[in-house]
């Protein structure tokens, strides 16, 4: 078990042995300083005496005597030492020091395996998501002596480097030394150059026989007793993403481990540091405030308040970052020219948490220590900082935390290696990757990331952007069909110059348009923004009518407000509320695909997605209505083209009518942000910010189902749904998408359960690439050893 | 196939044959009126001709001749109206009346077939809920004629009264008459004593027949021809709910049906009917506005826009309508004291609509087309319509109408027949018939209605009154888990004289009591309130330490305040963040339980409930923490006491691991409401304010599944958390509570699913008492036939 538990207890030593052992040196100091050792040791770990207090004890002695190293101790002073560590071990645990060995031995085992519950312990396991069942164990082994003068020594060496991956014995030594001299940091150490050339090479050929055993990169520690090598224990190596890359590559080429080794030697999670600038772990900053990591990599810039302000400086070149109580579509402007965005509210599917993912730009949500005052630029830390308008902040959205001023940072780099890797991954894996993207560059990005489609592109943008809105707005004002339908007709240009954009882009590759899903009162005002319109309309005497208006918007708010926005009248419901919407859309995809065809001469696989269907009817009459559009617009422009209509699947109810959904289905697409939501009664964003943490302190939940699918519950709602569906219809395609399918617990879930791709945002490509290589390759291991 | 579609055509009349028949009955005028009569009705059903205009020819002859009645028009005018009849005909549809008889028939055929997509035929099949792929039938007959003198007549008879089901010939005659006569009620009919001595026996004899026949009550209509008894059609007859209840158990007690049979009769729905208060049907009312039917039952009494007002009002013993925006705890005082509620906003879920049912009080909620202003005491229809504070109305809370005035009423009455009835069928069913009840009343009325136990007591209820909100605030804002504590501790008396009270009541039986469910907010003002709050404090220049308060209060709201409160913090997601709440309830229902053994020597039932379950782990850590309360009370008291922990199963999660969940639970309860809204992603109060009716008219979905349980989404998860939860844990009790634990076709599925009882409020549980039986009867049948 690596980490923090392997403390080493030098046993046996009592005031007899340290006698037998410096008749044996012929080095009483040596041994003096062996025992006091083992005691400030022993009496820490099996005492559990404060360790503080044996150092106290050292520099009250030192001072005494007017040294500064604990090698300049005399055997009298070490004496001492000795006599106060018994003393203070008496008082403070109330316990003797045992002499004898076996005594120490039992009670230093106890030790051992107590330490496996201590906070920190827990902690540790928490952090890394180890079983608290686990257990730990004790290794006995036969003490050598690196302090045994200047042809002794210690040192820690790992068989490549960790930082870059080369292929180079990279570590440190320490002459005349004990290991613990490493590891505590007391002394520096230096390269492993300095160590006697017999015994460096003895290091080089001990290392290439552990790389030939592990097939891995270890890092083991060492000791040299009077010229000769001891080794104290291996591991593999920790190494950077860049490195891990790096050496899978390498190792692979040098045949030490097959391409499907090589792919799974890969953290997948890792590789999010690979696509995205990262702050220099070499750099030491300290926080100001944390929330939560809605969107990795980090970014500095001047911390701006106003989404017009950010826009205008953003423009000029100047580095900013919008900080906000929360975004809305009208920050997306800001957002655009930002570096990355701080916000005090929202989750990780909050606006800005979505927006920026779609954008890979940083974002830090949800930091709710802060406290923002926007009108008076500036906010407060937790701690009384405060950050006015123009310092310079940074933000790092893959640990969640806001710095002060500018920090090193680390550029991302798609490196040969990495290519290779990913080719490899996808000579591997049998789950396509397609990719989330609602605009023209989220679809190159995708595409340059290996994307083989798109799985979603949310149409919701092309009612938000600033000209289109106002006229979306009549729409939902409209008093009857014939008004909505005429404001409908008048957002199709520019829905068609979008698409067609977006299929010229993927030339040839499937696009699945997804339906408009938001409620409509997301493209309206708040209600306290209206009120705050009538009020500033009275002040300024504006006329009756533009009251009037802002009268009638302000009733319409109140009427389209929800208990519960997220189960309320959006999605599916919305169009069959309202079929004019939908057709609109069909319409425009419809017309933009007849027309890249006829312009590009390219293919065009259009796939139209139909949001939170519950039941077979809606589908049905949805289904007629979305063809009766597309039939139209065939008549009218003298061509067909052939395009599919499915469903998300993210309701619980869809999944468990599936076998019915599909025969009205020509694909399905598991929506499993959604669908976790429904089926834990989770909302989202609320959830997160009010009781997910203490789920996962008191492990109720190991992960959040929101990052890592719930395999026992939506899993189980998943793999009916994909088996009944294509028992009713065998061509049915299936795919999710949703941030799940560039996680890897999630992607290998959805490769044993058969689906046909994942969809995920740019950003996550890569990792989804590898992640469903080694799903692929954990499966035929598996099937090969039954 | 009952109903409007039976229109009768007398067919093979034309100029010719009308002469013959004159020549045979020696009666011109005869024949040439039913000449007319048969060109009028082909007229107006065959080619659509609008009826009105042959009503306004004959009326036009009739004023020309100054005769009053249709018989007086004498031959002559018979003969000009036949011409102007066929002319009109011409005219209007553009075709000619066709003189063969064949053609004739084949066009009344057609006319028939095409009815049957009348708009009129639709909305009724809409409304009774007939599929529209049923189709149609003709039938041809032979012709007699009841207008051949004063020795033929016809008429319409039951062979049991309707109205009250007493066992006597009830019906009517109309001497020398057609049935049309009869149906159109254009000529006022005599009692069937009018008829001939000789054929009234006739009538009796063939009433016997027919009921030994069909062996149920039979509605049919017949015809005297020349003193000749000729039957035209039977049907079974339509009746009120308490002539339902009467013919049932008459029949059962003549032996002419089983007592099955007599059961499996009775419409549950109307069942309704016999409980409430209801509008007298043969009163003429018109409704002044239209909500939802949110509680049965009908209520006069003034309209009274104030609680407080209400309340004093109906404490003096004032009939009032307590008519608000929508209703919060607060009310609850105003709502005890009066006849009923009527709320502008809300649906069938909302807080008046609830306590409504649960006190079995008249309830008319989301009645949004009225314009309420509680300050200048007026509520506004939308038809313009003002009503002042203190004008009478009645609600009808069966239909959602509101009405201006009292109108007459029929009070319920649980008949004699009807006790028999039920005592049947709880023998036939498997079923147990619980109830949820919050309040000693509620637990009362329903041990009336015949509760086997409480299977959902909510704690809400306990943490709202008057002298409570003020502590359970007090909890809300504390500082840390000492002052929560502290605050909770407060609490347990009053809890504690509430459960021992249901104790008591319920005598033995199980009372299954569910803790806290209720998000905190709920007990909070809104932030609205409390920014009022502040500003009148600032008006009345309070002190600082009030005002201090108050904002803190508001701080409060805001961050408890949710996107959708109803996937939220709540249930035992409150209970996991601070599981204080729940020891402390738990310790207040074991104290009670213990002290009402003691001090009334009875057994007591305790099953203690947990909601909104997702996982197994959280029902681990909840189990953990009630047991260790219920300990500490059983080592204080030095007495313990049986009891059960269980769950409701409420979300998709917890039905998907219901194998694991049922390890840790003792029973499992079925939140029907909360397990729809989850599994179709509706929230209930925005779909049914939103979309619902719009499904429902398009068919999409053919009941609103939080009224009839959908077998296919929600059903199949209950059948798989029973079966798996009862595999897991045999011992395993499962119920059902919410509202579908009283409705006939729900009880229906849960019978055939194999749960253990259903839970429903206490005027529900007669309907579902039969609705238990009928299933238990439907499926013996269906395996005695197999």
């Known amino acids: 078990m690596p980490g923090m538990m392997d403390t080493i207890l030098n046993l046996g030593l009592n005031d007899e042995t340290t006698e037998t052992l410096a008749k044996i040196t012929g080095n009483e100091r040596f041994s003096l300083d062996a025992h006091r050792r083992f005691i400030q040791m022993f009496g820490k770990i099996a005492l559990s005496v404060n360790g503080q207090k044996f150092e106290e004890i050292i520099e009250s002695h030192k001072k005494k005597l007017g040294v500064k190293q604990d090698v300049e101790l005399n055997p009298q002073a070490l004496r001492k030492i000795i006599q106060d560590f018994k003393e203070l071990i008496r008082l403070d645990s109330g316990k003797r020091l045992p002499q004898d060995a076996w005594m120490q031995l039992e009670m230093a085992v106890e030790a051992v395996f107590r330490s496996w519950s201590n906070p920190r312990a827990v902690e540790y396991r928490r ?17 050598v002596f690196g302090n045994m003068g200047r042809d002794s020594g210690t040192g820690v060496a790992f068989t490549r480097n960790p930082s870059t991956g080369d292929r180079k014995l990279y570590g440190e030594y320490l002459r005349n030394a004990q290991g613990e001299d490493v590891v505590a940091g007391i002394r520096t150490p230096d390269s492993l150059d300095a160590m006697p050339p017999e015994i ?3 290091l ?3 290392s290439e026989t552990l790389e030939q055993h592990f097939k891995e990169m270890q890092d083991f520690e060492f000791t040299v007793e009077n010229m000769k090598l001891y080794l104290l224990q291996t591991r593999n190596g920790k190494r950077t993403a860049h490195a891990a890359v790096k050496i899978a590559v390498d190792m692979a080429g040098e045949t030490l481990i097959s391409r499907e080794e090589a792919i799974a030697r890969i953290n997948p999670g890792d590789i999010d540091q690979l696509l995205h600038r990262t702050i220099d772990p070499k750099a030491h900053v300290k926080a100001i405030a944390k929330g939560l990591n809605a969107s990795p990599g980090a970014a500095s810039g001047i911390a701006v308040f106003d989404t017009d302000e950010a826009a205008k400086l953003g423009a000029k070149g100047d580095k900013v970052i919008l900080v906000r109580p929360e975004t809305t579509p009208e920050d997306i402007r800001g957002i655009i020219r930002a570096q990355g965005i701080l916000t005090v509210r929202g989750g990780m599917t909050s606006h800005a948490a979505v927006v920026a993912r779609g954008m890979g730009k940083a974002a830090v949500v949800g930091c709710s220590s802060i406290r923002l005052d926007p009108d008076n630029g500036y906010f407060k830390t937790s701690e009384g900082m405060i950050v006015k308008r123009g310092e310079l902040i940074t933000i790092d959205g893959s640990t969640g935390e806001v710095l002060l001023g500018t920090v090193p940072m680390i550029e991302p780099e ?5 290519r290779t890797l990913l080719g490899w991954a996808d000579a591997s894996r049998r789950l396509g990757v397609w990719a989330n993207a609602d605009t023209p560059e989220a679809a190159k990005k995708a595409k340059e990331f290996g994307a083989e489609g798109i799985g979603l592109c949310r149409t919701e943008r ?7 809105l106002p006229i979306v707005r009549e729409m939902i004002m409209a008093e009857d069909e014939d008004e909505r339908r005429e404001a409908l007709r008048r957002l199709i240009p520019f829905q068609l110059s979008d698409f067609k954009e977006m299929f010229r882009l993927m030339a040839g590759k499937p696009v699945t348009v997804r339906l408009l899903d938001l409620p409509l009162h997301e493209f309206l005002p708040s209600a306290e923004e209206a009120v705050e319109e009538i009020e500033n309309l009275r002040k300024r005497h504006a006329p009756a009518s533009a009251l009037e208006t802002e009268a009638r918007l302000l009733t319409k708010v109140h009427q389209l407000s929800e208990h519960n926005p997220m189960l309320g009248h959006r999605g599916c419901r919305l169009a069959i509320t309202y079929p004019e919407i939908y057709e609109a859309q069909t319409e425009a995809i419809i017309r933009a695909a007849i027309e890249t065809r006829r312009e590009a001469g390219q293919t065009v696989r259009v796939l139209i997605m ?7 009817n809606e589908m049905i009459y949805l289904r007629r209505h979305v063809e009766a559009a597309a039939e139209r617009v065939f008549e009218e422009m003298e061509e067909k083209i052939d395009y599919k209509i499915g469903t998300m699947i993210e309701t619980p109810r869809a999944a468990l009518t599936a076998g019915e959904l599909a025969k009205y289905a020509d694909f399905f697409s598991f929506g499993t942000n959604d669908l976790t939501q429904t089926t834990y009664a989770f909302s989202r964003d609320d959830a997160e910010a009010k009781f997910m943490s203490r789920y996962l302190e008191n492990k109720i939940l190991t992960d959040s189902p929101f990052e ?3 395999a026992q519950g939506v899993g189980r709602l998943i793999s009916m749904a994909n088996q009944e569906g294509r028992k009713a219809n065998p061509k049915l395609e299936v795919g999710i998408c949703g941030e799940h399918g560039g996680e890897t617990k999630s992607v290998a879930f959805f490769h044993q359960a058969g689906l046909d791709y994942v969809s995920c945002s740019a950003y996550r490509i890569p990792v989804a690439r590898i992640a469903a290589a080694q799903a692929a390759i954990a499966t035929t291991k598996t099937m090969s050893t039954v």
Do not use: C
């Open 127 to 143: 952090f890394y998501k180890i079983a608290d069942d686990l257990g730990t164990a004790v290794t006995l082994q036969q003490m």
């Open 200 to 202: 460096r090479l003895d």
């Open 204 to 206: 080089d050929r001990v």
């Open 414 to 418: 798609l490196t040969e290696d990495f």
């Open 462 to 468: 092309m009612f938000n952007a600033p000209e289109r």
């Open 610 to 616: 139909l949001p939170l269907i519950s039941s077979a």
């Open 708 to 710: 890592v699918l719930d």
